[in-house]
């Protein structure tokens, strides 16, 4: 198991062994791509939509929040163009039945070219030492360059065939390749086929009058099919913008990243309506604001990236990922696309409504351009959850596990713990949490010698301990011990609720992130 692995598989038994993450219906075996949220992990998720929700919706007097129902009518996905085009091409193999995405097992290939130039890369950074130039390297060394021309061009046609609807191509390339089935090692494949993402359902009870629905893939739709609705309710005037939450619903075939890519999901986007013709410096804007969003959370710079999309979506004029430095390497996190006036023009064609705005500045109806923003709130988690798991050894020599969440995201606090459970210790330490529950979620703990408890506390990423021993009882004083630097203070008991708001307040996280904002428009 490789060191990437090796962390993906301590990232996925943490989060069950603490109480974030199970298997949905694991008495069950469970479901395939499916996950549940548990005590702490729904506080965990809850923390990161409430700072999406308060930087996007709150902190903008021009953006306001909706929620808008998982069923939409079916004509709005044939707008949308998720019937015609929401597809993965996907490929059989016909001696293990398996099912494979066809561009995935593609992509996994150019990956595998990728690494053994990697792997000669850091052959000869070894034996160069400081001499290594590695720029130099890669364009002279006959090898790497071998391997990597092979890689883009493998990339380049299926792009192509992809774009070209050409599928019987892109399984020409797998034969060309000698891909095999991972579970038969066979390379007796089926045509590749496309295969539509949404799941579909009914509404009404008999057979005959019942309608056939499709839960979202996106929860942008419904904020489209809204968007004169709350112009005018909100009186918004452009550049205004709607933003909501939701589940999603997606079936995806090859899900087996635990919940980066899962089959039911939760989104976060905001869709921004500008006047035609400003978008790009209304993406540029949007870019650059996100990014900050991510760098507030303190988890590191090094670990986002841009990619900007060179081909984009037929509807789209500049598109960009936000890419995240997750266990298993770089990929997508976030989404900002210039969708231009696509879908309000979509769905103005198949409901017959106009979805137009009339603006006094220049005297003039149109249909407005989009900037959208779209975040998977179960990545975001993964993002911060991997990143916050850390092994340390510390100067004793002994390890620690220590979960360090950012402190306006993590799930509990504090843990009020009386050093015994005796002497009034715990009755003191009752008094505490009825004194900080009404303003942060605390718990109470005397289970354990107290260096145990301080590290299950570690483990599961509190960053305050609060331990009420005998002197708390003659002088009003505790210990709060901090869960990074595990610097321990003995502080005044009525102290205690303004030290822990200083640290927790989401406002004063995301003031600082404004002021660390240079674009304006
Ligand atoms: N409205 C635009 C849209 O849905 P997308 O790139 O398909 O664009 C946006 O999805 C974000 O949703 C992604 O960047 C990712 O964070 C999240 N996402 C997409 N599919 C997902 C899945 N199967 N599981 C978890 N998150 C997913």
Redesign the pocket.
Known sequence: MNNQEDKFKKVISHAKEYGYIFQSSEIYDGLSAVYDYAQNGVELKNNIRNYWWKAMVQMHENIVGLDTAIFMHPTTWKASGHVDAFNDPLIDNKDSKKRYRADVLIEDYAEKLNLKAKKEIAKAAKRFGDAFNEEEFIKTNPRVVKYLAKRDEVLKRMARSLENEDLADVKKLIEELEIACPVSGSRNWTDVKQFNLMFGTKLGASADSAMDLYLRP???QGIFVNFSNVQKTGRMKIPFGIAQTGK?F?N?IV?RQF?????E?E?M?MQFFVRPGEELKWYEYWKEKRLNWHLSLGLGKENYRFHDHEKMAHYANAAS?IEFNFPFGFK????I?SRTDFDLKAHEEHSGKKLQYFDHEVNKSYVPYVI?T???L??MFLAVFSTALQNEVLEDGSERIVLKLPVILAPTKAAILPLVKKDGLPEIARKIIEDLKYDFNVIYDEKDAIGRRYRRQDAVGTPFCITVDHETKNDETVTIRYRDSMEQKRVKIKELKAIISKEVSMGDWLHKMELHTNYKT
């Open positions: 996106e929860t942008a999603a997606r995806e899900a919940i980066f890519r899962m089959r999901f989104q986007e990922d997508e996190l976030e989404g696309h959208e779209s975040i998977g179960d990545r």
